[in-house]
């Protein structure tokens, strides 16, 4: 039992060296990922980790610890590499502007603020397609946009807008989406004569309003513009369909609360930027192509998929504009551009459309409320 004691002093003296020098190359890391930033590299260089680990096991004098050592250096460049993308995404987050549809309140901005933070800077535009034409002449870094819903579908706007501008999805995140009747203080449902809304929350909301047949729906720019709307009217025979933020921003009363028909109804929200980002944490790839309109062209694209071990996640089409019946697809597969299957694939998918873009690489969300 002595000796097994002994035995422990010397290993933890072993690790209090090995903690000062841990920290020692911490504070070099840091120093790394400033660089990094500051240059614009990428944070994983797959060749200077190869070479890192070959210097260790060189450095050592018992050879039957090779793999351990490398286990161990692996695990430190891990932990190195998870601090350099903390210090680099805190920078930008505390530097950035970021876009989105509509004004405060509405499910976009929610949306930013839960993937971005409450400490960026965020421009509301009128327009989808003004967060494109915002990022190509450099006024925001980042736009926030819906893509779908899980009761309503595609937004075929945003489709579209992502293959014509020459923007890249660097992110997604899933937002659990209620919907509620709002009107002006006093108001009540016997009030309600016209109802004002986004037309996807006019559609994840047909149950209710199918109750109220005497209503004029009135599509509008968006849920929260129709609350501000509402409230500036000051007149109870209007209301609008929007969040329980839009109504407590825009002093509204819930007239009736959680309207969706569908209890799990959310939406899908893409982050894109003026650059394509590869990183090896990324596991979703989304691209846009085109094929022959012949019999078999899309199941030989298809086919490159299955055929390199690929799980498709979504398949999309949209009209091919001046080409009657013929169609773009968005597909979305799981996987990483620096993947030699995602490559393969790739290039596959390449000899065997007609057009063909990357739309980027990204880290799915977890979809799970």
């Known amino acids: 039992m002595d000796d097994l004691l002994k035995i422990r002093e010397e290993i933890d003296k072993i690790d209090s060296e090995l903690v000062k020098l841990f920290e020692q ?31 260790g096991i060189k450095h050592l004098n018992d050879k039957r610890f090779s793999d351990s050592v490398e286990k161990f250096l692996n695990s430190i460049m891990k932990i190195s590499r998870e601090m350099q993308n903390e210090i680099i995404l805190s920078y930008e987050k505390n530097n950035i502007i970021v876009g989105f549809q509509g004004v405060s309140g509405s499910f976009s901005e929610q949306a930013l603020l839960e993937y971005f933070g409450y400490d960026v800077s965020t421009k509301p535009v009128e327009q989808f397609e003004d967060i494109f034409i915002e990022l190509k002449n450099n006024k925001i870094d980042y736009g926030v946009l819906p893509i779908e819903n899980s009761s309503t579908g595609a937004i075929a706007e945003v489709y579209d807008l992502l293959n014509k501008y020459d923007c890249y999805i ?30 996807q929350a006019f559609s994840q909301s047909t149950e209710f309003l199918k ?34 933020k839009a109504a407590e921003l825009y002093g509204l009363d819930v007239l009736k609360s959680n309207i969706n028909f569908n209890s799990t109804n959310s939406t899908r929200f893409v982050i894109i930027s003026r650059e394509l980002k590869e990183d090896i944490h990324n596991n979703k790839v989304s691209v846009v192509f085109s094929t022959s309109h012949k019999v078999g062209c899309l199941y030989n694209v298809l086919k490159c998929f299955s055929e390199n071990y690929l799980n498709l996640l979504k398949i999309e089409s949209r009209p091919l504009p001046n080409k009657p019946w013929e169609y773009l697809f968005y597909v979305d597969f799981e996987g990483n551009l620096k993947d030699e299957t995602v490559q393969l694939a790739i290039e596959a998918v390449k000899n065997n459309s007609r057009y063909f873009k990357i739309l980027g690489n990204y880290k799915k969300h977890d979809d799970n409320f």
Request: hydrophobic share 30%; glycine share 4%.
């Open 25 to 55: 190359r911490m504070k070099y890391v840091l120093e790394v990922a400033e660089y990094k930033k500051k240059n614009n590299l990428e944070v994983f260089h797959k060749s200077r980790e190869e070479e890192v680990i070959k210097n």
């Open 170 to 199: 660097t992110g997604e995140i899933c937002l659990k989406v209620d919907q509620n009747l709002l009107g002006i203080k006093g108001a009540s449902i016997e009030d309600i004569e016209e109802v004002y809304s986004h037309p």
């Open 211 to 244: 109750n109220y047949p005497r209503w004029k729906l009135i599509p509008y720019k968006n849920t929260a513009k129709s609350a501000e709307y509402v409230k500036n009217q000051n007149n109870k025979k209007l209301a609008a369909i929007g969040s329980k």
